[in-house]
T-cell receptor
Framework: SQELEQSPQSLIVQEGKNLTINCTSS?????LYWYKQKYGEGLIFLMM?????EEKSHEKITAKLDEKKQQSSLHITASQPSHAGIYLC??????????FGAGTRLFVKA | KAGVTQTPRYLIKTRGQQVTLSCSPI?????VSWYQQTPGQGLQFLFE???????NKGNFPGRFSGRQFSNSRSEMNVSTLELGDSALYLC??????????????FGPGTRLTVL
């Protein structure tokens, strides 16, 4: 079965710094989602990537899909306290289900 | 459009009881999925419904069941509650009609505590 591994597990950055979160799949990626979750709350949809090489941006967050590496990266530019939370990547391996990585906890120091 | 709503937001039950959680999807979305989130196991897929039919089910015991109504609202039921069922239960809706990639939108979740 397909698994998603996220790295790092947690990250502490100084406000204003850039950061990158990676999501690596054990099988071919046909599409990948990125979500953000505030502690104990629901997931907020950030973006969906479907094609290899595709890159999307949402405010100061950019994500890219590398099909050959079976990997996606999420990059935050000039981090702010509002970016703090848990970032999760998800993929649909087929069969109308979605699997998720374990998440990356981001802390932003003001 | 209104987002995905879940009720109740918080629930406290005791072992052996049963519980029913409700989810109303975004208007026009016919696919509803349920997930369980715990600190130890992360976010795990429970089941997915489309047009009142369960299309897929995760690896959970039969105590976990669900259904979907003609208006796409969905309920999930957990019988004979165990301490390990304490979790955040999330519902997601999507416009996904067939297999493939489609955005899912999540509700705020129901926090279930089993004592």
């Amino acid at each position: 079965s397909q698994e998603l591994e996220q790295s790092p597990q947690s990250l502490i950055v100084q406000e204003g710094k850039n950061l990158t979160i990676n999501c690596t799949s054990s099988k071919t990626l046909y599409g990948l989602y990125w979500y953000k979750q505030k502690y104990g709350e629901g997931l907020i949809f950030l973006m969906m990537l479907q094609k290899g090489g595709e890159e999307k941006s949402h405010e100061k967050i950019t994500a890219k899909l590398d099909e050959k590496k079976q990997q996606s990266s999420l990059h935050i530019t000039a981090s702010q306290p509002s970016h703090a939370g848990i970032y999760l990547c998800g993929a649909s391996p087929g069969g109308f289900k979605t699997i998720f990585g374990a998440g990356t906890r981001l802390f932003v120091k003001a | 459009k209104a987002g995905v709503t879940q009720t109740p937001r918080y629930l406290i039950k005791t072992r052996g009881q049963q519980v029913t959680l409700s989810c109303s999807p975004i208007s026009g979305h016919r696919s509803v999925s349920w997930y369980q989130q715990t600190p130890g196991q992360g976010l795990q897929f429970l089941f997915e419904y489309f047009s009142e039919t369960q299309r897929n089910k995760g690896n959970f015991p039969g105590r976990f069941s669900g259904r979907q109504f003609s208006n796409s609202r969905s309920e999930m039921n957990v019988s004979t509650l165990e301490l390990g069922d304490s979790a955040l239960y999330l519902c997601a809706s999507s416009s996904r009609d067939s297999g493939g990639v489609s955005s899912q939108y999540f509700g705020p979740g129901t926090r279930l505590t089993v004592l």
